[in-house]
């Protein structure tokens, strides 16, 4: 019975795509009254003059899409061939496997297609940035307006190759409003989940297996929260700009697997063999996975594996993020932006909470590499024994999990990214790899906004009909998981990629009555001091922050005193100088700075590197302007057993013009900020 019900939960959800990708696109609909059209060749017009792209033209035309490619904009176009479309359709049609008959054709043609498979082809074949030929042998995925990625491979020729099927025949058209890349199949769009990949994937049997015995996979399955999600916008006197949000919000998963013949390298042969691994690496977990202890959890290696604390179980959900991402999207590589810019011996990395409850996962990009590490741990992370460098106080303990930069699987809606080593939450973990200064950047607190792809968004992408400010995106307050709002009188935006003093080169900012309460990242429990980074500004906030253990304001406490964001830097207050002019590079006015309670931005970035990255220029030594600085809120015990909630409360609600900035939040073990041997490093 209960595969009977699972199977039908399975077909209910997979019926509702159709509808769904009508309203997935990161984009809102196009504004026909507003379009204005060229009269030189345009992305229509070279279609409409290529005997071979007639159907393609047939799929435009149904959703209206041909008005939008013959106006103005910057697009740029794969276009299928009549051969490959038709190719497609039959695959459809014929696809033996589809829960719904003939994936919702009514007949073997282009006019059988439904409205919805017709706007799916289209939004995933234009890209609302310029990729010419010489960009797609550098980039290793590209985004389109339907809020999801293809992969870029190359042929024995060097011709690009789209998600392994569609390969470029005719490149770099250059028309007015952008380029069109005539490709000979469609690119296929995934309509499966997780383990219905796997398991036609050759290669992935025992993890494929470990996946569907702990019933993980039907907790994957989850796909959009629903519709509900409409911005309204503010007052006027909250924010003079014109702030907009798509009404639907997907939700989404990376899975890391590994292949059976990672297992089998490591003396993992079967199914059983795993349950074994599994039982013998988290039976005595609660030595260190302070959850489970500071809860009363045991800890079962029995063959119920889908207990949640069953040791197959933990194996598995840690694995799992709630977030759909590339590999290529796991850390925020310094390419990505021509506005921000990493020193370049930092190290570029990121935190993320896993579906194995409470615990988290560091991902980390080396200055000499180009792949990605999984809890990769060297000692005295963040401390150093020099000045102005991160030191040669370390050691590589362990080199980490690597993720595979090839051969990565598409589901429809999760990325399941291969990886070259067991993936474990063992003791190293808390105790070691995250026993660090912890940046956290505030796309990493909301998963929300890397499904809904506006993390990597930049400023001006997709900007379809010019109706909403180009440099922000309005955000619903009941959007987040994560966060809460107690007064709704304010207005709420993420800022994308672009010109800001960011570490990422994006913030959400807030502006009116705010008061609201996120949730921190679930770290190792232990005492820690806890940092802002802001942009001291004369028009910024008076504002009081909490700690509490639920988003319920009863459990909230003050954490520090009331913070005033517009004393100015040279303000005795805060009494920061220019370390340019100072012989030691600041490092006696950082003590006394610090005595404060402020410190200067970090070293290893910079914020406006349109030229590339400035030692002169970074976050720490940047003079003038609107300069960084970070605010130790304080030291606070947090719980990896609890939640931990902080809360930002203005306290001049009657100034409703004045914005406050969520960049990131730093989370530093007492062992870092307390050691006697070595300083924090300036990065």
């Known amino acids: 019975m209960t595969n009977k019900i699972f199977q039908l939960t399975r077909q209910i959800l997979i019926a509702g795509m159709g509808a769904v990708l009508t309203l997935t696109a990161c984009n809102p609909e196009p504004d026909e009254s507003d379009l204005y059209t060229f009269t030189g060749e345009t992305i229509e017009s070279f279609i409409v003059k290529d005997s071979t792209l007639t159907s393609f033209n047939y799929v435009l035309s149904r959703v209206r899409y041909d008005r939008l490619m013959a106006a103005y904009g910057t697009y740029t176009c794969f276009a299928p061939t009549n051969d490959g479309l038709k190719a497609y359709c039959d695959s459809l049609y014929d696809d033996p496997e589809a829960v719904i008959p003939h994936n919702g054709m009514t007949d073997r043609s282009l006019e059988g297609l439904s409205d919805s498979l017709c706007l799916n082809i289209v939004r995933f074949h234009l890209s609302a940035t310029v990729q010419t030929a010489v960009n797609l042998t550098t980039v290793p995925e590209v985004s389109t307006l339907l809020g999801y990625e293809f992969t870029v491979t190359h042929d024995s020729i060097g011709r690009p190759v789209f998600n392994n099927k569609a390969t470029v025949i005719s490149s770099d058209n250059e028309v007015t409003n952008g380029i069109v890349h005539v490709i000979d199949n469609v690119i296929p769009r995934f309509t499966r989940f997780t383990d219905d990949i796997l398991e036609r994937t050759e290669g992935y049997s025992i993890f494929c297996e470990a996946l569907k015995a702990t019933g993980l996979n039907d907790s994957i399955m989850k796909f959009t929260k629903g519709n509900d999600f409409t911005f309204y916008q503010r007052p006027r006197e909250n924010y003079s700009g014109t702030l907009s949000w798509s009404s639907e919000c997907k939700v989404g998963y990376t899975v890391f697997a590994e292949s059976d013949d990672v297992f089998r390298s490591k003396g993992i042969n079967s199914f059983d063999d795993l349950v074994r691994y599994a039982n013998e690496t988290y039976a005595n977990s609660s030595e260190w996975y302070d959850y489970i202890r500071e809860n009363g959890i045991t800890v079962s290696t029995g063959n119920d594996y889908t207990n949640r604390f069953n040791a197959l179980n933990m194996f598995v959900a840690y ?260 370390p340019k002019g100072e012989d030691d590079q600041g490092i006696e006015s950082d003590v006394a700075l610090r005595n404060r309670g402020y410190m200067r931005g970090p070293h290893s970035y910079c914020g406006h590197g349109e030229n590339g990255y400035s030692a002169d220029n970074s976050a720490r030594t940047e003079w003038g302007g609107s300069m960084t600085v970070r605010y130790v809120l304080g030291r606070v015990e947090l719980k990896q057993g609890q939640e931990n909630w902080l809360r930002i409360k203005t306290l001049n609600p009657d100034n409703t013009q004045n914005p406050v900035g969520l960049d990131f939040v730093e989370l530093v073990p007492a062992s870092v900020t307390d050691s006697q041997e070595f300083s924090e490093d300036w990065y």
């Open 319 to 578: 694995h799992i993020l709630n977030a759909m991402m590339t590999e290529n999207q796991l850390v925020f590589r310094s390419t990505q932006s021509t506005f921000w810019n990493y020193a370049p011996d930092a190290d570029i990395y990121d935190y993320y909470e896993t579906m194995l409850p409470h615990t988290m996962m560091k991902v980390w990009l080396p200055p000499t590499e180009t792949n990605v590490y999984i809890n990769r741990y060297r000692t005295n992370n963040t401390l150093t024994n020099e000045v102005g460098t991160t030191g040669t106080n370390h050691e590589l303990v362990r080199r980490g999990v690597k993720v595979e930069r090839n051969n990565s699987l598409q589901a429809f809606n999760a990325y399941i990214l291969p990886i070259d080593d067991i993936l474990v939450y063992d003791r190293v973990v808390p105790r070691g790899v995250l026993n660090e200064r912890m940046r956290v950047n505030c796309t990493s607190l909301f998963p929300e906004l890397i499904n809904n792809r506006y993390r990597y968004w930049a400023t001006g992408d997709g900007n379809i009909a010019n109706t909403y400010d180009t440099s922000r995106r309005g955000l619903p307050s009941n959007l987040f998981d994560n966060l809460v709002v107690y007064d709704d009188v304010f207005c709420l935006a993420y800022c994308l990629r672009g010109a800001w003093r960011c570490w990422q080169a994006d913030q959400i900012q807030f502006w009116g009555r705010y008061d609201i309460a996120f949730k921190l990242p679930s770290v190792p429990s232990g005492v820690y001091e806890v940092r802002v980074v802001y942009a001291p500004m004369t028009y910024g906030s008076f504002m009081q922050y909490y700690i509490g253990t639920s988003s319920n304001v009863q459990s909230m406490t003050a954490l520090g005193l009331p913070f005033d964001a517009t004393v100015q830097v040279e303000d005795p207050r805060i009494g920061l100088t220019d």
